[in-house]
């Protein structure tokens, strides 16, 4: 893909790369490298969303704090350090069982997965801890055994997460994704343990080897095997009187929610190993159960969510997945020379300390033509007066000092509406400062959050007399406001207590099944996100439609690289040359004497 749009592969210590996209967690010496125009796919420390031991650390020690709004995922523990703990729940899930008159789970009351591999490799069940080996770490967890089923198969969600930035938190999620599907159906009686990953486990690099297996082949089929698209599947759930979009929307909740969990873990480092704001982007997989009251679960959340293309289905989804997250990572195009120009007054700029004065960065001559074209066109993370002729001189940093920053992310965070396609902001969004803020910790003085949220969702509403927004005070009624609804019929709640109903609204799904089961209060807040929600819901495929027409746009050199054109290309090769010998043949003598002729002479 980044071929097909103009990008070629080049060294890592090549200083004018513009994408670096690492499939295995990067050092923060390398994140302190980063130019202005450079883009990374991480984030510092973004593995304590994707170590799974962490992950459910994470949102435990968040679940903590701010109670049941951080409740999604299943009851678990860690292996080696949590042994005792481990053992006295298989004691009390076994006492519980036993005394209601049932019998323990098939396969097995808690799954056991190794706390960083991926693919489904190594995970297995147990009901005692004898089952329990003694290496680790592991992560146990309790097995949700009433998982909402299609067509008798058990399945799961993979759904696609940018960030774009950790503080303040800017998320999208992909209005397309994938839902895996058992290979065999779904089963919690079975005497026979030989298929139990393919009864249990919804891994695809594991029912791919079932002989039960059905391969999607088909481009203008969505549901067709055992990999659908996730539009595919919420139109299943709505067909079987079910509210999709308000599952989506429950997702969306889980997902913004265990970024927070994170935030102040990623804040923190990433204050000192960011020198530019805007020069990382991440793109997370996360794996998502739904139970049979449509309520998700946390799985786990990938580090690289895979990119093979195994089906006529991968490949359309996820090449428009890769070429809109490039567009939202916004990656400046600069000419070569400006790069070389410049990277040596920024390089030094970078290595003064912090506490040095900014009078002790030396002025670095840069070509008159290069400084006129980043005054016009400076890249994003740069700020424009940034290549004046003060900062030329070397009378002042280059590196942005936190306000500076911030205003870079403002502006980026804007470019990005513009560049968003099929992605979905779900945070800031309207609403969002309101329900989220009392479940949020507190990561400074800074408040990047609530000022980009002033900055991006308030002041683009201010037109709008019903959706205006008031700084945030005291009062019920101006709090309301502030959240991006009207206060009409919230006059007489204050919005902690409204935030505290949204999270209870998005934990208990039993019970608000329908929005129309919604309060009303939190219904007119909801209402935007629910109507955006039909996004997810779309077909990606349309009857008689071919491949190609809804792939991006790829420029004709590089249809070289494709294999059916370079087989076709090297059979023209082989024609040509054997055409130009037949020519040579014919005059073979006089162009050898010629030669020899002119050889003697020199």
């Not at 960030?163 to 994938?178: D, I, K, Q, R, W």
């Not at 800031?428 to 479940?439: D, E, F, K, L, Q």
């Not at 746009?553 to 023209?572: D, G, H, N, W």
């Amino acid at each position: 893909m980044c071929h097909s749009h103009g990008f070629m592969q080049c060294s890592s210590k090549n200083p004018s790369v513009n994408v670096i996209w690492m499939g295995a967690p990067v050092k923060s010496v390398k994140m302190r490298e980063l130019m202005p125009w450079q883009r990374l796919n991480q984030f510092p420390r973004s593995t304590e969303l994707t170590k799974k031991d962490r992950l459910y650390e994470n949102i435990e020690r968040s679940k903590s704090i701010f109670g049941d709004a951080y409740d999604f995922i299943p009851e678990f523990y860690v292996t080696p350090r949590e042994n005792s703990k481990m053992e006295k729940a298989f004691k009390r899930v076994t006492k519980e069982i036993l005394a209601s008159g049932g019998q323990l789970c098939f396969p097995g009351e808690f799954i056991v997965k190794p706390t960083n591999s991926r693919q489904g490799k190594g995970i297995f069940f147990a009901n005692s801890m004898s089952d329990i080996p003694a290496e680790g770490p592991l992560l146990v967890s309790r097995y949700l055994k009433d998982p909402y089923l299609v067509n008798n198969h058990k399945f799961d969600l993979r759904i696609y997460v940018a960030v774009t930035s950790f503080y303040p938190l800017v998320a999208y999620v992909y209005s397309e994704g994938l839902a895996r599907l058992a290979s065999k159906p779904y089963d919690t009686s079975a005497s026979s343990t030989d298929s139990n990953e393919f009864v249990h486990l919804t891994n695809y690099s594991i029912n791919k080897n079932s002989t039960s297996f059905v391969r999607n082949e088909s481009m203008s089929s969505e549901d067709l095997g055992h990999k659908w698209t996730l539009g595919a599947l919420l139109r299943y759930v709505e067909n079987e009187g079910k509210d999709a979009k308000l599952l989506m929307l429950r997702i969306e909740d889980l997902i913004v929610k265990s970024l927070l969990s994170i935030q102040n873990s990623v804040a923190t480092v990433s204050r000192t190993t960011l020198k530019f704001a805007c020069t990382n982007f991440e793109l997370f997989g996360f794996d998502v159960l739904v139970d049979q009251c449509l309520k998700p679960w946390l799985l786990e959340v990938n580090l690289s969510p895979s990119l093979a293309c195994d089906a006529p289905l991968d490949s359309l989804l996820k090449t428009r997945l890769i070429a809109d997250l490039l567009n939202l990572a916004c990656i400046p195009l600069l000419d070569k020379k400006i790069i070389d120009s410049v990277t040596p007054a920024i390089r030094k700029s970078m290595n003064v300390s912090s506490s040095q004065d900014s009078d002790d960065v030396g002025g670095v001559e840069l070509d008159p033509k290069c400084v006129k074209t980043l005054k016009r066109r400076p890249p994003v993370g740069l700020k424009r007066s940034v290549l004046t002729e003060k900062i030329v001189s070397g009378t002042t940093s280059i590196v942005p000092n936190i306000d500076k920053k911030f205003e870079q992310i403002v502006r980026k965070t804007e470019m990005e509406e513009t560049r968003r396609g099929d992605f979905i902001r779900v945070f800031p969004r309207n609403g969002t400062w309101g329900m989220y803020s009392p479940v949020m910790e507190d990561l400074g003085a800074d408040d990047f959050d609530e000022r980009l949220f002033e900055e991006i969702i308030r002041k683009r509403n201010t037109k709008n007399s019903s959706d205006r927004l008031s700084s945030p005070i005291t009062t019920a009624t101006s709090s309301a406001s502030s959240s991006g609804y009207s206060s009409s019929s919230s006059s007489s709640m204050h919005i902690e207590d409204i935030s505290d109903l949204f999270h209870d609204v998005m934990m208990q799904c039993d019970k608000y099944p329908t929005l129309g089961d919604v309060p009303i209060e939190i219904r007119e807040i909801i209402s935007p996100w629910y109507e955006e929600a039909s996004e997810y819901t779309k077909k990606i495929t349309q009857e008689g439609e071919t491949y190609a027409c809804k792939l991006p746009v790829i420029r004709s050199a590089a249809r070289l690289r494709t294999k059916s054109c370079a087989e076709s290309y090297e059979v023209k090769k082989i024609q040509m040359a054997k055409k130009k010998e037949a020519e040579a043949a014919k005059e073979n003598e006089p162009i050898v004497l010629h030669a020899v002729v002119a050889k003697r002479v020199v």
